[in-house]
C-alpha cells in the first residue's frame, strides 16, 4: 500500500513540474526580462516539487510512516505549486 502511495507521490511532483515548466514557457509582456517575483515563482514551481518530495522521503525513511509521509507529500507538493503559480500567474 505505501508502495502505491509513493508512486502517486511521483505523479503528483511530475505533474506539479510539468505545470511550472508551462509557467516558464510563457513570453514576457514587457518585452524585457521577467521581474524578480515571476522568476521566483517559476524555480519554486518547477524546482520545489523535487525538493518537498525529497524531504518527505527523508521524512518516511526516518519516522517510519511511510504512508502518512506519503499523504504529506503530496499536499506540501501541491501546496508548493500553489504558491509558484502566486508568484507567477499566467
Known amino acids: 500500500m505505501s508502495l502505491l502511495g509513493w508512486l502517486c507521490v511521483l505523479a503528483v511532483i ?4 510539468l505545470f511550472g515548466r508551462t509557467a ?3 513570453p514576457s509582456r514587457s518585452g524585457g526580462g ?4 515571476i522568476r521566483t515563482g517559476v524555480a519554486v514551481s518547477i524546482a520545489g516539487p523535487l525538493l518537498v ?3 518527505g522521503l527523508a521524512l518516511a ?6 504512508l ?3 499523504a504529506g507529500t503530496v499536499a506540501a507538493v501541491i501546496l508548493t ?3 509558484g503559480l502566486a508568484l507567477a500567474p499566467w
Open 14 to 17: 511530475v505533474a506539479a513540474m
Open 53 to 55: 518530495g525529497a524531504t
Open 34 to 37: 521577467l521581474p524578480t517575483r
Open 24 to 26: 516558464r514557457n510563457q
Open 61 to 66: 525513511a526516518v519516522s517510519g510512516a511511510w
Open 68 to 70: 502518512t509521509a506519503a
Open 81 to 83: 505549486a500553489a504558491i
